[in-house]
C-alpha cells in the first residue's frame, strides 16, 4: 500500500519540513559551583639530572600538604556564585566558606619513590589531634626511579571543626619517594539551604 499523497515522488525527494529558527530562549540556571586548581611545580618531573630533586616523602611519616599556589597556567579559578572571588585553600588547608557545604577534593600528584610496590594515603584532618574526617589511599605501580601521577579524590562537609580550623590534607607513603608537582582542586558540590519557615 502507497501513500495516495506521496504518489509520483521518488526515492529521496522527501525531505523534512523545517521553518526558520525562532529566537533564542532564556539562559538556564545553573546548578552547578564550579572548582578552583591551586597548583605548584616544585621540580622538573622529567628531569633525569639527580640533582633536581622533588619534595621528600620519608615512608610512614605523615607529610602535611603544604605549598603557595603557582600563578596560572598552573593554577586555574573557575567558581561559581556563591564561591566567586573566594579563597578555598590558604597554602596549609581547605578552607570552608559556610557552615555545611559539602566539598570534593582532588589531590593530584606527580611522585618519583625509591621502591616499587608502595602506596600513598591521603587523610583529611579538621584540627590537631583530630582523628581523620575522610581518606583516600592510591597504589604506586611504576618501577622505582620514574615518575608518576597519582590521583586522590576526597569529600567532606564543612561542618564546625572544618569552619573552625580548616581542613588540613596529609599525606602518607608507605615507601619514600618525592613529590615533583602538587595540585589541589577544590569543588563545591553542594550547599546547606534554608528550611522554608
Request: charged share 10%; proline share 12%; net charge neutral.
Amino acid at each position: 500500500m502507497t501513500c495516495s499523497r506521496c504518489a509520483g515522488l521518488g526515492p529521496g525527494s522527501l525531505a523534512p519540513f523545517q521553518g526558520p529558527p525562532g529566537p533564542p530562549g532564556p539562559a538556564g540556571p545553573n546548578y552547578g559551583f564550579g572548582s578552583i586548581t591551586y597548583g605548584h611545580l616544585v621540580a622538573d618531573p622529567n628531569s633525569t639530572d639527580p640533582a633536581v630533586a622533588g619534595n621528600p616523602i620519608t615512608a610512614n611519616v605523615p607529610l602535611p600538604l603544604a605549598f603557595a599556589a603557582d600563578p596560572a597556567p598552573l593554577s586555574y579559578a573557575h567558581l561559581n556564585p556563591p564561591f566567586v572571588g573566594l579563597t578555598l585553600w590558604d597554602g596549609t588547608k581547605v578552607m570552608g566558606r559556610a557552615f555545611a557545604d559539602r566539598f570534593e577534593v582532588q589531590v593530584n600528584l606527580i611522585v618519583r619513590s625509591q621502591r616499587a610496590g608502595g602506596s600513598i594515603t591521603l587523610e583529611v584532618s579538621n584540627g590537631p589531634g583530630a582523628i581523620p574526617i575522610t581518606a583516600d589511599n592510591k597504589n604506586l605501580i611504576k618501577p622505582a626511579g620514574v615518575s608518576e601521577r597519582v590521583t586522590l579524590l576526597v569529600r567532606f562537609e564543612t561542618l564546625a571543626g572544618v569552619m573552625a580550623n580548616g581542613a588540613q590534607l596529609v599525606l602518607t607513603s608507605t615507601v619514600n619517594a618525592a613529590i615533583f608537582r602538587e595540585s589541589v582542586i577544590v569543588a563545591p558540590i553542594s550547599i546547606l539551604q534554608p528550611s522554608p519557615s
